[in-house]
């Protein structure tokens, strides 16, 4: 079954300084990864999808952006984070022959 | 309003003591719907999934139920452990035009059970 690691597991920002949040997926050849974010009290946020390599799709319009440089690699950047970037990262994946979607453990970003 | 809407907001229970917990959607046509467990701090686990045509699911002590004609559903644990606290979503898979279809996240349900 597929393993989602995610890093780092927390992190604390500075406004204006950039993020590089990085997924990698073991178990699974040519998944779709997706990035969400989740705010407290709030559902789970689709920021991107991405269906192979080079390929993103973005949900909403904002701050971040993703790569995939590699099959089971998923990258979230920005170049300057702002105070609303704060919260809960989660990549995940499908790719067992269904459409479960695998959660990695998450990335706490908190923006100062 | 949110589309997917889930009740309570937050729950406390007693070790042993069972517990309901609401899901109510207004997307539609929806393709499957999902309940999902998130320990605090870490990433949503499947607990379920029910597709149209399907009443009721049972994973362990976990029950889920689903009645698409009122478009609701609902998680019955039995016998809770106090390892069940956690955040239960929700999550509706909708279809759209085109075969492309999304997710769409409840707000979550934390129940907190206490010895």
């Known amino acids: 079954s597929q393993t989602i690691h995610q890093w780092p597991a927390t992190l604390v920002q500075p406004v204006g300084s950039p993020l590089s949040l990085e997924c990698t997926v073991e178990g699974t050849s040519n998944p779709n990864l997706y990035w969400y974010r989740q705010a407290a009290g709030r559902g789970l946020q689709l920021l991107f999808y991405?269906?192979?390599?080079?390929?993103i799709s973005s949900e909403v319009p904002q701050n971040l952006s993703a790569s995939r440089p590699q099959d089971r690699q998923f990258i979230l950047s920005s170049k300057k984070l702002l105070l609303s970037d704060s919260g809960f990262y989660l990549c995940?994946?499908?790719?067992?022959?269904?459409?479960?979607?695998?959660f990695g453990p998450g990335t706490r970003l908190t923006v100062l | 309003k949110n589309q997917v809407e889930q009740s309570p907001q937050s729950l406390i229970i007693l070790e042993g003591k069972n517990c309901t917990l609401q899901?109510?959607?207004?997307?539609?046509?929806?393709?499957?719907l999902r309940w999902y467990k998130q320990d605090t701090g870490r990433g949503p686990v499947s607990l379920t999934i029910?597709?149209?045509?399907?009443n009721t699911k049972s994973n362990g002590r976990y029950t889920a139920t689903l009645d698409a004609d009122t478009k609701q559903s609902s998680l019955h644990i039995t016998a809770s452990q106090l390892s069940d606290s956690a955040s239960y979503i929700c999550?509706?898979?909708?279809?759209?035009?085109?075969?492309?279809?999304?997710?769409?996240f409840g707000a979550g349900t934390r129940l907190a059970v206490h010895p």
């Open positions: 999550v509706v898979r909708v279809i759209f035009s085109g075969g492309y279809n999304k997710l769409i």
């Open positions: 995940a994946c499908t790719g067992d022959g269904t459409d479960t979607q695998y």
């Open positions: 991405s269906v192979g390599i080079g390929q």
């Open positions: 029910m597709t149209f045509s399907e």
């Open positions: 899901c109510n959607y207004t997307v539609s046509p929806f393709s499957n």
